[in-house]
């Protein structure tokens, strides 16, 4: 049975989508760049409802400290992003700190959604 996908998630995925391989982007530029400024949290909710195997490059999105988020309520997809990383050629150190200056993805402008639309 497919789960019904909610118009943020489905925002959020489209957005992720667009990051290319071997880049990063953390979850407040995500929600910048989809209009939802302050939303950081909200976009990892998102991505944490994905079923699993995704085509969606989740991995790619990573906490503002330019780190994978370790914790055991992850259920070890903290582990399973590490793999994805390293797979891309990110290299991932023990504590799940990335080298986020030198992969960080920079979008073309036009990508970014305005926060508020004028009537």
């Known amino acids: 049975m497919a789960v019904e996908e909610r118009p943020f998630d489905s ?3 489209a957005m992720v989508r667009r990051i290319p391989h071997g880049q990063l982007a ?11 400024y302050g ?14 195997p995704s085509e ?5 999105v990573v906490n503002a400290q330019g780190r994978i988020a370790m914790s055991p ?4 997809s903290d582990w399973m992003q590490r793999q ?3 797979a891309e050629g ?6 799940g700190r990335l080298p986020l200056a030198q992969h960080r993805w920079r979008p073309p402008l036009e990508l ?4 508020c639309t004028k009537e």
């Open 11 to 13: 925002r959020v995925y």
């Open 26 to 36: 953390t979850y407040g530029q995500v929600a910048e760049l989809i209009g939802a």
């Open 39 to 52: 939303c950081a949290r909200q976009v990892g909710w998102a991505l944490r409802r994905l079923p699993l």
């Open 56 to 60: 969606v490059p989740w991995q790619r």
């Open 73 to 76: 309520g992850r259920e070890g």
């Open 84 to 86: 994805l990383l390293l």
């Open 90 to 95: 990110i290299a991932v150190a023990a504590d």
């Open 112 to 115: 970014a959604e305005p926060s």
